[in-house]
């Protein structure tokens, strides 16, 4: 049964994006999108550096996909995070092999294939937050209606040629998931491996925006946007890293609190210390 507040939040939800398409304009896909900097062809293989680029998300997401069900090597307790991080690293292991298939021939029809994907990703990735920081049984039933979002917002743009929801798919993430880490309570520990794919993935976008700058630097090695695949692909690195390392958290405190208390114990020790070698001199030229 759907709560009264849940309700409520995705109704909110739902009339902020609604106010949201009113009053921006449409934002079409720009044709010079698909003009990368890198086009090189190595070994038969057009575009090759954007191309090979991505099997870090394929091999990643697969090899992390035996570890989350064979053995249950990451201790996954509860049925909606096998849920969700298996739609993860799925999502994860298809942009490897979609996105490659678009770089090979870079157009809107092949895009498709490159962005489906991460969606997935995207929203599942929202879903398994809400269940460990807010409430496992409502993060749980959210994973297939985020999913359908991020795949409606896909199609939108398809046939609208409109990118305002997926932007919204694509960048409320990237806003909500480092806010919840440091606000929220976590219910395991290594919370700041959060931080760090966050910051992974702030890095790709912007060596995507400056993927030509970035091939001109390079004396024309390497282009930003081979490099945004690399750095991206850290994202589900640094989470699998966290999976291996994390335990229960007694204590259920957000990262906020921990840095505030570290700060205040930082702040004593240095005082005390001040206060130490202020007494030392007193009794020194006291003794003088």
Same mark, same amino acid.
């Given at each position: 049964?759907?709560?009264?507040?849940?309700?409520?939040?995705?109704?909110?939800?739902?009339l902020?994006f609604?106010?949201?398409?009113i009053?921006?304009?449409?934002?079409p896909?720009?044709e010079?999108y /698909? &003009?990368?900097?890198?086009?090189?062809?190595?070994?038969?293989?057009? &575009?090759?550096?954007?191309?090979?680029?991505n099997?870090?998300?394929l091999?990643?997401?697969?090899?992390?996909?035996?570890l989350? /069900?064979?053995?249950n090597?990451?201790?996954l307790? *509860?049925q909606?995070?096998?849920?969700?991080?298996?739609?993860?690293f799925?999502?994860v292991?298809?942009?490897?092999?979609?996105?490659s298939?678009? /770089?090979l021939?870079p157009?809107?029809?092949?895009l498709?294939?490159?962005?489906?994907?991460?969606?997935?990703?995207f929203?599942?990735?929202?879903?398994?937050?809400i269940?460990?920081?807010?409430?496992?049984?409502?993060?749980?039933?959210?994973?297939?209606p985020?999913?359908?979002?991020?795949?409606?917002?896909?199609?939108?743009w398809?046939?609208?040629?409109d990118?305002?929801?997926?932007?919204v798919?694509?960048?409320?993430?990237?806003?909500?998931?480092p806010a919840?880490?440091i606000?929220m309570?976590?219910?395991?520990? /290594?919370?700041?491996?959060?931080?760090w794919?966050?910051?992974?993935?702030? *890095?790709?976008?912007v060596?995507?925006?400056?993927?030509?700058?970035?091939?001109?630097?390079?004396?024309?090695i390497?282009?930003g946007h081979?490099?945004?695949?690399?750095?991206?692909?850290m994202?589900?690195?640094?989470?699998?890293?966290m999976?291996?390392?994390?335990?229960?958290?007694?204590?259920?405190?957000?990262?906020?609190?921990?840095?505030r208390i570290s700060?205040?114990?930082?702040?004593?020790?240095?005082?005390n210390?001040?206060?130490?070698e202020? &007494?030392?001199?007193?009794?020194?030229t006291?003794?003088?």
């Amino acid at each position: 049964m759907i709560s009264k507040r849940s309700i409520y939040i995705w109704g909110i939800s739902i009339l902020c994006f609604v106010v949201l398409m009113i009053v921006t304009p449409t934002y079409p896909q720009d044709e010079d999108y /698909h &003009n990368f900097a890198d086009q090189r062809t190595f070994l038969g293989i057009p &575009n090759m550096l954007n191309v090979v680029s991505n099997f870090p998300f394929l091999i990643v997401g697969l090899i992390v996909l035996v570890l989350c /069900h064979h053995g249950n090597y990451f201790r996954l307790s *509860l049925q909606g995070e096998l849920w969700g991080w298996t739609c993860f690293f799925v999502g994860v292991a298809a942009v490897g092999i979609g996105s490659s298939y678009y /770089h090979l021939k870079p157009n809107d029809a092949t895009l498709v294939w490159d962005r489906l994907p991460m969606t997935v990703a995207f929203t599942s990735i929202v879903a398994i937050f809400i269940i460990e920081r807010v409430d496992e049984k409502k993060g749980t039933i959210s994973i297939i209606p985020l999913m359908m979002v991020g795949i409606i917002s896909i199609l939108y743009w398809r046939f609208f040629d409109d990118l305002r929801p997926y932007g919204v798919v694509q960048f409320v993430p990237l806003i909500a998931i480092p806010a919840m880490a440091i606000l929220m309570p976590p219910m395991y520990t /290594h919370s700041t491996y959060w931080l760090w794919a966050a910051g992974f993935y702030l *890095l790709a976008k912007v060596e995507e925006q400056e993927d030509k700058v970035i091939y001109g630097w390079t004396h024309h090695i390497v282009s930003g946007h081979t490099l945004k695949h690399l750095c991206a692909a850290m994202v589900p690195v640094f989470l699998a890293l966290m999976l291996a390392k994390r335990e229960i958290e007694p204590q259920r405190q957000s990262l906020l609190t921990t840095w505030r208390i570290s700060y205040r114990r930082v702040k004593e020790s240095r005082l005390n210390g001040e206060r130490q070698e202020y &007494n030392y001199t007193e009794v020194r030229t006291t003794e003088s």
